[in-house]
């Protein structure tokens, strides 16, 4: 096995002022695999003196701070943080067990105005904001990589390509929410910020060669105040497999279905899906049954609570037979339709559509990043659908923005948009 010295070699440079570590130079052809933490293994801290202890060192440290959380997916209910990882130069690695206290504000004010980095921070961040913490400053490197025009943007590429280590990710998907933790995930958690502080420092440096560093800032603060995603409109309408369905009442009891196992797995902190699959519920609605037997004999109705909750399951079908309250097959939408109907729809704005995506592709190619981080897909289809009038420079930036574009986006895009828009290419 690779030591922790060996392994960090090709990364282990003096740092500067603000703590952060020079770049360096082009790293070996092989990467060398990166198995221990540089400090060993870190303790979880899980005790009040230990959270002030970590704050104290965090607060103490020097530059900016990698910061990971590891959830529960599948197992737990909802997507709370079950494991919080922190490293800054001149403080270490801390490993926080989140579930013991009511919050970790003592962490949030350690790292006031403190950069914090994340890779892929849209995942991480709203169950840090659950547990009270919220970044002053943000460098997601994951969104770097793809703007610096990265082939492949996962944090182990990433750390391949640009560092030259290899890093396993063989417990992403694990149950975080065991306890105790196994030895070899802590191991695991602990490297997923061991280099993220390097990371930046290559990451920047391809940003400023590219001119595109101003672009990441306003990406990450974009990021960074974005409000929290507000409650979905009819949520159970998420359930796989529920185009299979054509009748309204059915739809009432997938609702029902779905509704009742939601509070179940809440009150049993369980995975929704551990309980009866999605599945299971469309299976049923189908199917309509009347007794629990029939209910039991459903094909596709199946589950760890299938048959101990039948009872359960049996109540929401019987409601959804009485019900007056019938769910719409579908929810009314202001998107545009797809697409390939335009061209029946409305020609001009598949003409619009078949001019304008093709040029902001180029531009994008022009500029080494993927189409939908110039301007996401969606907000060109809108604008297209439905342009503002008249169609001018200032009107299209406006829509633009309205829409979401961040402002290096609209400098970009509106212009290529508007000479589409005035002169758009002749109908294939």
């Known amino acids: 096995m690779t030591s922790a010295h060996t392994a960090l070699s090709p990364v282990a440079a003096p740092a500067d002022a603000d703590g952060v ?21 870190p ?55 989140p579930e013991p206290f009511d919050d970790l504000a003592p962490i949030n004010a350690a790292l006031a105005g403190v950069e914090w980095i994340l890779h892929a921070s849209t995942q ?11 970044p002053d400053r943000l460098f997601d490197t994951e969104l770097a990589a793809r703007l610096a025009g990265l082939p492949r943007v996962g944090l182990g590429a ?54 595109k560093l101003g672009i990441a800032e306003e990406e990450f603060e974009s990021i960074r105040t974005a409000p929290p995603s507000g409650p979905r409109t009819d949520p159970w309408r998420r359930t796989s497999g529920l185009h299979q369905l054509r009748d309204r009442r059915q739809l009432a009891a997938v609702r029902a279905l779905w509704e009742e196992r939601e ?18 519920l469309v299976a049923a609605a189908k199917v309509m049954p009347t007794t629990v037997p029939q209910l039991l004999k459903t094909p596709g109705f199946h589950g760890r609570a299938a048959g101990k909750e039948a009872p359960r399951w049996l109540r929401c079908i019987q409601e959804a037979r009485s019900t007056t309250d019938l769910p719409p097959l579908h929810l ?3 998107t545009p339709p797809p697409p390939r109907t335009w061209a029946d729809k409305d020609p001009a704005a598949a003409r619009r559509l078949n001019t304008a995506k093709p040029r902001i592709a180029r531009a994008a190619q022009q500029l080494d990043m993927p189409l939908e981080n ?5 907000y060109l289809r809108r604008i297209c659908w439905r342009p503002p009038a008249p169609v001018e420079p200032e009107t299209v930036a406006d829509a633009l923005l309205e829409l979401g574009a961040r402002p290096w986006q609209v400098r970009i895009a509106a212009p290529i948009i508007t000479v589409a828009f005035l002169d758009p290419d002749p109908a294939p």
């Not at 991480?124 to 919220?134: A, I, K, Y």
């Not at 509070?263 to 299971?280: F, K, M, V």
């Open 332 to 334: 009314q939408s202001n």
């Open 43 to 97: 303790a979880v801290i899980d005790t009040p003196s230990g959270l002030r202890r970590a704050a104290a060192a965090i607060a103490a440290g020097r530059g900016p701070a990698g910061v990971d959380a590891e959830r529960a997916s599948g197992f737990r209910y909802g997507q709370r943080a079950m494991l919080v990882q922190i490293r800054r130069e001149g403080a270490g690695t801390w490993l926080i067990d």
């Open 158 to 211: 990433v750390v391949e390509s640009l560092l030259g280590l290899s890093l396993a990710k063989e417990h992403s998907a694990a149950d975080w929410s065991t306890r105790p933790l196994p030895e070899p995930w802590l191991r695991y958690a602990a490297l997923d910020v061991e280099v993220l502080t390097e990371l930046r420092v290559e990451l920047i440096r391809l940003l400023e060669e590219g001119g």
């Open 124 to 134: 991480d961040l709203p169950c840090l904001e659950e547990v009270g913490m919220r």
């Open 374 to 378: 110039l301007l996401t897909p969606d």
């Open 263 to 280: 509070s179940l797995a809440e009150n049993r902190d369980l995975a929704p899906g551990r309980l009866i699959p999605d599945a299971a």
């Open 21 to 41: 570590p020079d770049a360096q130079a082009a790293p070996p052809a092989e990467p060398v695999p990166l198995t221990e933490p540089r400090d060993g293994v």
